[in-house]
């Protein structure tokens, strides 16, 4: 049985679900949705139609998951809730502080039609959450530790172009490293936001912009720059599309516990990701719990469910039996 994929909206995340399913046999792309003009959006599989959002509804009989590819502050929100009126959907809502309410609210939706509705799917949240799962369970007596990069990040590098007399700019998330070494000690630090990671910017200003300015509105920035060490590189149009023109990411989940009668023994688990492309990746998560949206419906599931709902025999092409011979 092949699967039948939807995607809705056609960005770096979109593009990346695009090449995910090319690379599963038991997958096709039925249908791509865009808020765009359908007949200015190219995709790169041959033969597949591109419609507009508004008819998305109207070809609900043709998908059997659709992958919603919006933002998390405002799209999904909105469409997940929606959407699972008529389909599976798997999103990738990542605001961890209002995952609670955005699955209450896709809950009652896919409860009420019948559909599976996997959120909050790709690296963090999503492998970086089971992985801190799995080793927490393992080890009660211990402390969570995470670092993301060195990577671009999308959201931090959005707020340095609405900076005023910023014409581009791109903003690299980088763990420290003394901070890094003293959890793999296993000594348990106690580690400030500003001891964990720091921000290096690269901005390209416009002309006769007054550099300082920007520099320090930057790195003032609450909830974004304030509370790290924040670095800011003015560099040309002509640098950055050079040397910045990737996005790449990575991290590591470690867990430092003890096990024994008086904790005399130390353990650590450690989880990392090096990653040539951030949509790319995730994209490739989405499209594994796409598989186990489908089959957990076709078995008679359904409502809102996360990663931590899903087994991972469902995640994988392969049967049982092959997972049993060759995994196992």
């Not at 690379?23 to 949705?33: C, G, R, S, W, Y």
């Not at 790709?122 to 089971?130: E, I, K, T, V």
């Not at 402390?143 to 690299?172: C, L, M, N, P």
């Not at 719990?289 to 087994?311: I, L, N, S, W």
Request: glycine letters at 8%; aromatic letters at 8%.
């Amino acid at each position: 049985m092949t699967i039948r994929i939807g995607i809705l909206g056609y960005g770096n995340l979109g593009r990346g679900i695009e090449c995910a399913v090319k690379q599963n046999p038991d997958m096709e792309l039925a249908a791509v949705f865009t808020r765009r003009a359908p007949e200015s959006v190219k995709i790169l599989t041959p033969g597949v139609p591109v419609y507009h959002v508004d008819d998305a509804i109207s070809k609900k009989e043709e998908i059997d998951v659709l992958i919603l590819c919006g933002g998390s502050a405002t799209d999904l929100p909105v469409q997940t809730p929606e959407y699972a009126k008529y389909f599976n959907v798997v999103d990738s809502f990542d605001t961890h502080a209002r995952i609670p309410e955005h699955f209450a609210n896709v809950d009652a939706s896919a409860k009420e039609s019948g559909k599976v509705a996997m959120i909050s799917v790709g690296w963090d949240p999503g492998m970086f959450s089971l992985n801190r799962l799995y080793a927490s369970a393992i080890l009660p007596e211990g402390k969570d530790y995470t670092f993301w990069g060195k990577g671009v990040s999308q959201g931090h590098s959005d707020a340095i172009r609405r900076v005023e007399g910023v014409k581009d700019g791109k903003q690299y998330t980088i763990p420290v490293e003394s901070a890094l070494d003293a959890v793999r000690s296993g000594s348990n630090p106690e580690l400030t936001t500003r001891q964990k990671h720091i921000r290096e910017c690269f901005v390209v200003a416009e002309e006769g912009a007054d550099l300082a300015k920007i520099e320090q509105e930057i790195k003032t920035m609450p909830n974004y720059f304030a509370d790290y060490d924040t670095t800011v590189n003015f560099i040309s149009e002509e640098e950055l599309k050079r040397d910045h023109s990737g996005i790449p990411h990575g991290g590591f989940v470690i867990r430092s516990g003890k096990t024994g009668w008086n904790s005399e023994h130390q353990h650590i688990v450690e989880y990392s990701l090096k990653l040539d492309s951030n949509p790319e990746f995730t994209a490739s998560v989405i499209t594994a719990y796409a598989r186990a949206a489908y089959r957990m419906q076709k078995e008679g599931q359904c409502g809102c469910k996360t990663v931590f709902d899903v087994a991972p025999a469902y995640l994988s092409s392969n049967s049982a039996e092959d997972l049993r011979a060759h995994l196992l």
